[in-house]
């Protein structure tokens, strides 16, 4: 499998990926908003982009669709209840469903909600997993619930799904948030000794070659899987008095959350 991550520039700060069969050419775009970008690469090494992903329905994912239909006939791809939210799809696709690039990639679906109700992620069938995780989990952070999501979905969805996967998974979200989450992440926990080591290196770094993390990393850096850390939950008292002793790991996702969305 091979993975070109391509970094967009632009507001937002997406990431748009291009997945490839080596052996055959063939290529899947993942929420391919600028569609120049995305069609470059893959004309500049002969692949042929036969299907579109989106991991969900808002327009910073979905907005260059039509533009890499019309170049290229890819059939669009989306979770089966999105087929309203999301013009032109053809396939829709449920939790276990696996979506098949040439002849040696295989995407398994994960449904995800939190972030939209209708958010799916990709889960390679490699020796060295990797996810693309959308607007759910991003590196060392989570996605908003603003536009038609649920705070409790998500944290469901981090806690039951996203925890569980292989440690040596590989991340690779939809945006570029690495630095302002590590910021955030010391802000909820100023001791946090992996996140003080990896910032530094971050700040200074070029998105287009953006650090890549692995789960394992995540449940060190990331505040939104450290929910049971004493120091997480002290400091987050110090804004909600009212928590008790030993509030359980869904009230700490979800305050965590509003404090993220205001930071």
């Not at 910021?183 to 290196?201: I, M, V």
Request: proline share 5%; aromatic share 6%; with cysteine.
């Amino acid at each position: 499998m091979i993975v070109e991550r391509i970094w967009t520039a632009n507001a937002y700060r997406n990431f748009n990926y291009l997945i490839a069969c080596a052996e055959t050419g063939e290529a899947l775009a993942i929420d391919p908003l600028d569609h120049e970008k995305t069609l470059a690469p893959a004309r500049a090494k002969g692949w042929q982009i036969t299907q579109v992903l989106n991991t969900h329905e808002h327009h910073d994912h979905t907005g260059g669709n039509a533009a890499v239909v019309a170049a290229t006939g890819a059939k669009v791809i989306a979770h089966h209840k999105a087929g309203g939210k999301i013009p032109g799809m053809d396939r829709g696709v449920r939790a276990g469903d696996v979506i098949k690039v040439g002849k040696t990639v295989e995407l398994e679906c994960l449904y995800t909600p939190g972030h939209t109700l209708c958010h799916i992620c990709l889960l390679s069938h490699t020796d060295q997993p990797a996810l693309f995780s959308g607007d759910t989990l991003f590196n060392a952070g989570a996605g908003n619930v603003h536009n038609g999501g649920d705070v409790d979905a998500l944290y469901a969805t981090f806690a039951e799904q996203l925890a569980r996967l292989p440690e040596n998974t590989q991340v690779y979200p939809g945006h570029e948030y690495l630095e302002n989450n590590l910021r955030f992440t010391l802000d909820r926990e100023p001791d946090n000794a992996a996140a003080k080591s990896l910032l530094p290196g971050v700040a200074e770094q070029d998105p287009a070659a953006a650090t890549v993390t692995t789960l394992a990393q995540e449940k060190d850096i990331n505040t939104f899987m450290r929910l049971g850390s004493p120091g997480v939950i002290a400091r987050l008292r110090e804004r909600f008095p009212e928590l008790p002793d030993a509030p359980n790991a869904r009230t700490v996702f979800a305050r965590l959350r509003e404090l993220r969305n205001t930071w």
